[in-house]
């Protein structure tokens, strides 16, 4: 079996050919957005932060915005930046220019304001998208597939069904050779000695238990209670009662292989196998915190309907509750079927995730990127605005 | 994309195609138990007071008889669960009964809290 794929320089094997727009700070998104409107076969990313903040929020936000320059399903990079921003463009340019790839930046206080900066900027992504053009898919073993798993807006069917089907497929990933990545930090809490048990190493369990206290000292450090936060509304009126019943569903769409790395939030997981980035589970930093790890797509497993995309990943979204997949047939991928025999449905669900992965690899549009739903992700920040 | 041909989950599936039966399915289980040392059920049907479900429990089959309703996806008791005691789902604790939990009792934020994410308690970061 195989995928095909578009070979970058660097070695890894993207699922997209996009050159993306990436904004260096909250203040250049509206010339990135135009940019990527003009044109064809350019991705914006955007976001809010990148200025006013401490400097670990800065590290944070240029390491993240490097990391993604690096994501395969990038050709190519042109950095959007206002020119006064606490983040230095040419720190991120540099970054991203180590990946081997091209990456081009526009200045809008230099050329001269909004219309120039938009003018300049599209020429130079058409030139880049027109090169990008010129690379042809090929095929490649299914150990160069790198899958993100997340879930969201969940309820009782994603811990029976969704997640437990995404956790095979997560195997299937590994059992071929490949990487999967799995996270959201919050939704450990309650199950992080189920995870630490499977670390690869003692460093790597303490590791495991370190990310959670620390996630935990943040939302604590507030002083209410964190239900209704986490789990959410939905959550509770779905039938979750405590952040440790989400969590004991929540931990099964990373599968059962050995947890190999921990990684923070915005680094690049290095070598093939399982690994853990740390990041809260909110779809908008979390989808971005698994484009930066490198994935080619993404499996969204999700009881009430959330599914939005990442601009330049492609998300599948499955469900497992019957009435979700009705409801939102323009949004969902995939439905877990529950059979009499559970334990060989979830299986067959995950064989099928799998495949639909390597399908959505090799080109196949998902139902988020056919409806270009997923334009407005963010990056995880620990500290105040300042 | 992967469909399911028939559901045993008690809900209205729409006709999709001429093999898919438009009709409303009768699950033949309404609720299930995760691990056998769990004090829950979670539900796999909007059930009714007074519904009385034949589960297996620990090696045996009981009848527990609901004391309220209880909605899709979520938990009864399946034992008298004292307060501060711990509510038992996967095999793990999910948190800790706040009250008296007769058999058959809905079991949700009413009566479990969580002890994980506790600012209130902790008093929080000044």
Same mark, same amino acid.
């Given at each position: 079996? /195989? ?19 990436? /904004? ?7 010339? !990135?957005?135009? #940019? ?5 076969? $350019? ?10 903040? !401490? ?50 930046? #526009? ?22 998208? #027109? ?11 299914? $150990? ?9 807006? /969940?309820?009782?069917? $994603? *811990?029976?069904? /969704? &997640? ?29 000695? #189920? ?38 509304? *939905? ?5 979750? !009662?405590?952040?440790?019943e989400k969590s004991l569903g929540a931990i099964a769409k990373g599968g059962t292989k050995t947890i190999k790395g921990v990684y923070e939030y915005g680094e690049r997981p290095q070598g093939k196998g399982l690994f853990i980035v740390d990041s809260p589970g909110r779809e908008l930093e979390f989808l971005t915190v698994l484009a930066a790890a490198g994935v080619q797509v993404i499996i969204f497993s999700t009881g009430l309907g959330a599914s939005p995309g990442f601009p330049f990943v492609p998300v599948i979204a499955v469900t497992g509750n019957p009435i979700t997949y009705e409801r939102l047939t323009d949004h969902l991928d995939v439905f877990v079927e529950l059979t009499e025999e559970a334990a060989t449905g979830i299986a067959r669900a995950g064989k099928a995730l799998y495949q639909e992965a390597l399908a ?14 997923? &334009? ?11 | ?13 729409? %006709? ?13 289980? %309404? ?57 038992? %789902? ?37």
């Amino acid at each position: 079996m /195989s995928f095909l794929g578009y070979r970058r320089q660097n070695g890894s094997v993207g699922a997209r050919n996009y050159i993306g727009i990436i /904004s260096t700070v909250g203040c250049a998104n509206d010339v !990135t957005w135009r #940019i990527s409107q003009q044109v064809k076969g $350019s991705i914006p990313f955007i976001h809010g932060q990148g200025c006013a903040q !401490t400097q670990p929020d800065l590290d944070i936000v240029t390491r993240t915005l490097i990391s993604l320059g690096w994501n395969p399903n990038l050709a190519g990079a042109l950095l959007v930046s206002l020119g006064c921003e606490s983040v230095s463009a040419d720190k991120i340019a540099q970054g991203i220019a180590e990946s081997g790839k091209p990456v081009e930046k #526009i200045v809008i206080q230099k050329v001269g304001g909004v219309t120039s900066a938009v003018a300049q900027g599209s020429v130079l992504a058409q030139a880049m998208t #027109i090169e990008a053009s010129r690379i042809e898919r090929e095929a490649f073993p299914e $150990s160069e597939l790198v899958v993100g798993v997340k879930c969201g807006a /969940s309820d009782s069917t $994603s *811990g029976l069904l /969704s &997640n437990p089907a995404t956790g095979a497929a997560c195997d299937l990933v590994i059992d071929n050779g490949g990487t999967c990545i799995f996270g959201e930090t919050t939704e450990f809490m309650g199950a992080e000695h #189920i995870l630490a048990r499977r670390a690869a190493t003692p460093q790597v369990a303490n590791k495991i238990m370190d990310i959670v206290a620390r996630m935990e000292r943040r939302a604590t450090a507030m002083g209410f209670d964190m239900r209704g936060g986490q789990p959410t509304g *939905g959550n509770i009126a779905g039938g979750l !009662t405590t952040i440790e019943e989400k969590s004991l569903g929540a931990i099964a769409k990373g599968g059962t292989k050995t947890i190999k790395g921990v990684y923070e939030y915005g680094e690049r997981p290095q070598g093939k196998g399982l690994f853990i980035v740390d990041s809260p589970g909110r779809e908008l930093e979390f989808l971005t915190v698994l484009a930066a790890a490198g994935v080619q797509v993404i499996i969204f497993s999700t009881g009430l309907g959330a599914s939005p995309g990442f601009p330049f990943v492609p998300v599948i979204a499955v469900t497992g509750n019957p009435i979700t997949y009705e409801r939102l047939t323009d949004h969902l991928d995939v439905f877990v079927e529950l059979t009499e025999e559970a334990a060989t449905g979830i299986a067959r669900a995950g064989k099928a995730l799998y495949q639909e992965a390597l399908a959505v690899a090799s080109g196949k549009q998902t139902k988020a990127e056919t409806m270009g739903y997923g &334009n407005f992700p963010n990056i995880f920040t620990i500290g105040p605005v300042i | 994309m992967a469909i399911c041909s028939v559901s045993w989950l008690h809900c209205k599936m729409t %006709k999709r195609d001429e093999s898919i039966p438009e009709e409303v399915i009768e699950l033949k289980q %309404k609720a299930v138990i995760l691990n056998s040392r769990d004090n829950v059920a979670t539900s796999l049907a909007n059930l009714k007071a007074g519904d009385t479900l034949e589960l297996e429990v620990g090696g045996e089959t009981r009848a527990i008889k609901l004391t309220t309703d209880v909605p899709f996806g979520h938990k009864f008791s399946l034992s008298r669960i004292e307060p501060d005691s711990p509510v038992i %789902k996967y095999g793990e604790v999910i948190g800790i009964a706040t009250v008296i939990i007769e058999p058959g009792d809905y079991v949700h934020i009413h009566n479990v809290v969580s002890t994980r994410g506790r600012g209130d308690l902790s008093g929080g970061v000044k």
